[in-house]
């Protein structure tokens, strides 16, 4: 079975500043992997996904994430980080084998200084 | 502007009651998972099924949850009875399926209050 794991469960950076937040898996061979972002009262929005080919991924709102196998990571990156930025953020993770389950991590919630 | 519509987005109840969620998934969409969000647990997947029919439920606590899809419009997730940890945010999510695995759109949440 697969698992995710996000290491830190707050971050702070200051506007403008670069982020990067770490997203490592567990799973028997390469997995699909995906972040999302949850601002508050609201549901998870898609970020950005990785399915194969290119291990760095773009995705929405300026952000990108790269697969490194060789360290079961995904960690997502933002050159430059606005206030709206400022909410919580899921790596997640899917199996190959068609059962489509989707296994979250416990989020990093961003915080940014003005 | 197609979404998942949840109901009800606030519930508060007591103990020992019965709880109904509900959820419409996007028009189209075959897969639909139930997540319970708490402080403490994160995001925890619930049961999620494929075409109506349940492929897992292992998440659930099998003795007071119970999750169905009568049609093709419309997900249930039954707490009977209820207790107070089961106070939480649960969120209904929709995908168009194996072609395009994990993108999920989730509703806005129903938080349930159990006193």
């Known amino acids: 079975a697969q698992s995710v794991t996000q290491p830190d469960i707050h971050i702070t950076v200051s506007e403008g500043a670069s982020l990067e937040l770490r997203c490592n898996y567990s799973?028997?061979?390469?997995?699909?992997l995906f972040w999302y972002v949850q601002s508050p009262g609201q549901g998870l929005q898609l970020l950005l996904k990785?399915?194969?080919?290119?291990?760095l991924v773009q995705g929405i709102k300026g952000f990108e994430a790269e697969f490194k196998r060789s360290q079961s990571s995904f960690n997502l990156r933002k050159p430059s980080v606005h206030w709206s930025d400022a909410a919580e953020y899921f790596c997640a993770v899917g199996a190959r084998n068609r059962d489509d389950k989707i296994i979250f991590g416990k989020g990093t919630r961003l915080h940014i200084l003005p | 502007d197609a979404r998942v519509t949840q109901t009800p987005r606030d519930k508060v109840t007591e103990m020992g009651q019965e709880v109904t969620m509900r959820c419409q998934p996007i028009l189209g969409h075959n897969t639909v998972f139930w997540y319970r969000q708490t402080m403490m647990q994160g995001l925890e997947l619930l049961a999620y099924f494929r075409n109506r029919a349940p492929l897992d439920d292992s998440g659930m606590p099998k003795d007071r949850f119970s999750a169905e899809m009568p049609d093709a419009t419309l997900a249930t997730l039954k707490i009977q009875p209820s207790e107070p940890r089961d106070s939480a945010v649960y969120f209904c999510?929709?995908?168009?399926?194996?072609?395009?695995?994990?993108?999920?759109?989730f509703g806005e949440g129903s938080r349930l209050t159990v006193l």
């Open positions: 799973y028997g061979a390469t997995p699909y």
């Open positions: 990785y399915f194969s080919g290119d291990t």
């Open positions: 999510a929709s995908g168009p399926g194996t072609s395009e695995v994990g993108e999920l759109f």
